[in-house]
T-cell receptor
Framework: SQQGEEDPQALSIQEGENATMNCSYK?????LQWYRQNSGRGLVHLIL?????REKHSGRLRVTLDTSKKSSSLLITASRAADTASYFC????????????FGTGTRLKVLA | DADVTQTPRNRITKTGKRIMLECSQT?????MYWYRQDPGLGLRLIYY???????NKGEISDGYSVSRQAQAKFSLSLESAIPNQTALYFC?????????????FGPGTRLTVL
C-alpha cells in the first residue's frame, strides 16, 4: 500500500502563479523528500525535510512538514512552464531500514 | 556521462520469456534499488541492496529476482514475464552517509510484455 498520497492528483496553473501540492502519509517518519519527474524520465531529488524540521526553502521551493497531521506541502512560487512535471513525496518510515515509500504524485501543468 | 545508467531503455517481449534489466552507477554508492512505476500508482519498491552481500525484498518482489554483481551493478530479472509486468522500471542509488539518503535515479526502462 502507498505510504504517501499527493493531493491534488493534477493541477493546472498559469505561468507566474504559485503551485501548492500536498502529501499525506500514514506512519511516523524520519524524513520526507520531494522529487520531480519529467514525462517518462527518472526522478530528480528536490528537497529533504527531517522530522524535526517544520519548514525548508530551496530557491523557489518551500516545503513544510506537520508531523502531528502527517502531512507535507510543496509550494513552487512564480511558476514557469519548465516546472511542468509530476511531483512525488517519498517518506522514510521510522520502522523502515533506509528505504523510501513514494506517493502517487501530482501532475503539474504550467501554462505559458 | 550519466551517473546511473540502465539498459535496455526500451524492451518488448513475450509472455514467458526471461528478461534481465541492468543498472550501473558511477557514483560510488553502496545502496541500490529497483522500482516499478505504473500509471496512477507512483513508484513501488521491488528489491533493494545495501551492499554486495545484502539483498532485500521490497513491496512487490514476487515474479522478480536480482543480482548485485558488484558495488556498481545491480540487475533485475523477470524469470517468466507476464503482461501485468508491463511498466516503467527505475534503478536508483543512494549513499546515506553523505546526503541523508537522497536517491539518484536512472533514466528508466520501459518494458512491454505481450
Amino acid at each position: 500500500s502507498q505510504q504517501g498520497e499527493e493531493d491534488p492528483q493534477a493541477l493546472s496553473i498559469q505561468e507566474g502563479e504559485n503551485a501548492t501540492m500536498n502529501c499525506s502519509y500514514k506512519t511516523s517518519i524520519n524524513n520526507l523528500q520531494w522529487y520531480r519527474q519529467n514525462s517518462g524520465r527518472g526522478l530528480v531529488h528536490l528537497i529533504l525535510i527531517r522530522s524535526n524540521e517544520r519548514e525548508k526553502h530551496s530557491g523557489r521551493l518551500r516545503v513544510t512538514l506537520d508531523t502531528s497531521k502527517k502531512s507535507s506541502s510543496l509550494l513552487i512560487t512564480a511558476s514557469r512552464a519548465a516546472d511542468t512535471a509530476s511531483y512525488f513525496c517519498a517518506t522514510e518510515p521510522t520502522s523502515g531500514t533506509y528505504k523510501y515509500i513514494f506517493g502517487t504524485g501530482t501532475r503539474l501543468k504550467v501554462l505559458a | 556521462d550519466a551517473d546511473v545508467t540502465q539498459t535496455p531503455r526500451n524492451r518488448i517481449t513475450k509472455t514467458g520469456k526471461r528478461i534481465m534489466l541492468e543498472c550501473s552507477q558511477t557514483k560510488g554508492h553502496d545502496r541500490m534499488y529497483w522500482y516499478r512505476q505504473d500509471p496512477g500508482l507512483g513508484l513501488r519498491l521491488i528489491y533493494y541492496s545495501f551492499d554486495v552481500k545484502d539483498i532485500n525484498k521490497g513491496e512487490i518482489s514476487d515474479g522478480y529476482s536480482v543480482s548485485r554483481q558488484a558495488q556498481a551493478k545491480f540487475s533485475l530479472s523477470l524469470e517468466s514475464a507476464i503482461p501485468n509486468q508491463t511498466a516503467l522500471y527505475f534503478c536508483a542509488t543512494s549513499d546515506f552517509g553523505t546526503s541523508g539518503n537522497e536517491q539518484f535515479f536512472g533514466p528508466g526502462t520501459r518494458l512491454t510484455v505481450l
